[in-house]
């Protein structure tokens, strides 16, 4: 099969969607393994990097930056407060809205959180080139780009 019927065939499009879902699973598996010693879940640990990476941050921006809805920001927001790593701020500009800061705690669990994130895609793409690393970075930049053009989240 020559490289353009074989780019553009319809198993090389299920071979890349098994592919993708297949390392997609295994990444997932390994963060909620790796992250359970921090008693955290990794999509509670990208909202507490979030917090930690923009100071003050309103919920409504949260909610844009991890592409969800404002009311399942608000569950994990809950939960983050509650166990100390997260803390709700009144916005001076605002009397009715909060802002999110990290609390010490929150920024002692996102460096072990980003340790484990590292340590994972460490696992994963250790057998890449540097060159390849970044060529696939630009592969998925641009894939989640298009999808986001689309209203993708």
Not at 5 to 33: G, H, N
Not at 82 to 92: C, I, N, Q, T
Not at 113 to 134: H, K, N
């Amino acid at each position: 099969m020559d490289t353009v019927t074989r780019e553009s065939s319809p198993d090389t499009l299920d071979e890349l969607v098994d592919l993708f879902s297949s390392i997609a699973r295994y990444s997932r598996s390994r963060l909620i393994e790796s992250l359970e010693p921090l008693c955290i879940a990794p999509g509670a640990a990208r909202a507490l990097a979030e917090v930690v990476h923009h100071p003050s941050i309103r919920m409504s921006e949260l909610a844009g930056a991890l592409g969800v809805s404002a009311r399942s920001v608000t569950s994990v927001i809950d939960q983050l407060v509650e166990a100390g790593l997260v803390l709700r701020v009144a916005d001076p500009a605002d009397r009715r809205a909060v802002r999110l800061v990290a609390s010490e705690r929150g920024i002692e669990l996102h460096r072990g959180a980003r340790d484990c994130r590292r340590a994972v895609g460490q696992e994963i793409f250790d057998s890449l080139s540097p060159e390849r690393r970044s060529e696939l970075v630009s592969i998925l930049a641009d894939l989640k780009t298009k999808l986001g053009a689309r209203g993708q989240r």
